[in-house]
C-alpha cells in the first residue's frame, strides 16, 4: 500500500506555498514502511543511535544537563539518607520521568522547525508551549515527591532531636 506522505502539519484547507513545495520535494522512497526496519541492523546499532540522542540532549540542552545532574544530585543524597529501596526507586523513576520529558521535548521541537523551518506558525508556537508544559508539569511533579521524601530523613540529619516542622 504506497501512500503519498504529505507534510499537512498546519492548516489542512490554507496550506502554506511552502509546505506545498516541500510536499513535492519528498523523496517517496524514503517513506516507504519497509526500509523503516533498516535503520538499525542490529541492536548494537540501536544503542548507538540511542546514544547518540542522549549525547545529542545534553550537550545543546541546558534544561537536559540540568535535570541530570539535580537527578545525580538528588539520587547521592536519597543513598545518603540512607533511604529505603522503595523510596529510592520512587525517586529515580521521578527523576527519570522529567528527563524523558526533557527528550521528548527536544524531538517535538526538532520535528516542528523540521517542518515549519524558518517560519512562524501559532500550531507550531502551541505544540512547542505544550511539550515545554508537559516538562513542567513532570519537574514540579518531581520536586514534591524529592520533597516529601527527602527532607524528613535530611531534617533529621540536620537537626537531631528536632521534630520535622509539617509531621
Not at 25 to 37: H, I, Y
Request: net charge positive; proline share 4%.
Amino acid at each position: 500500500m504506497n501512500v503519498s506522505p504529505k507534510i499537512v502539519s498546519r492548516h489542512e484547507r490554507y496550506p502554506v506555498e511552502s509546505d506545498q513545495q516541500r510536499n513535492l520535494q519528498l523523496d517517496l522512497k524514503s517513506w516507504q514502511r519497509s526500509q523503516a526496519f533498516q535503520v538499525a541492523p542490529n541492536l548494537i546499532e540501536s544503542f548507538r543511535f540511542a546514544g547518540a540522542g542522549l549525547v545529542y540532549a545534553f550537550t545543546t540542552q541546558r534544561n537536559f544537563r540540568i535535570h541530570t545532574v539535580v537527578s545525580i544530585v538528588v539520587l547521592s543524597l536519597s543513598i545518603y539518607l540512607q533511604l529505603s529501596m522503595v523510596e529510592v526507586a520512587i525517586i529515580s523513576l521521578t527523576a527519570g520521568a522529567v528527563m524523558v520529558m526533557e527528550l521528548i521535548n527536544t524531538a517535538l521541537e526538532a520535528v516542528v522547525d523540521l517542518c515549519v523551518g524558518q517560519s512562524y506558525h501559532q500550531l507550531a508556537k502551541i505544540a512547542k508551549d505544550c511539550a515545554a508544559g508537559a516538562v513542567l508539569i513532570a519537574a514540579i511533579v518531581s520536586v514534591v515527591v524529592g520533597f516529601c521524601l527527602l527532607a524528613p530523613p535530611l531534617w533529621l540529619k540536620l537537626f537531631p532531636g528536632v521534630n520535622f516542622p509539617l509531621l
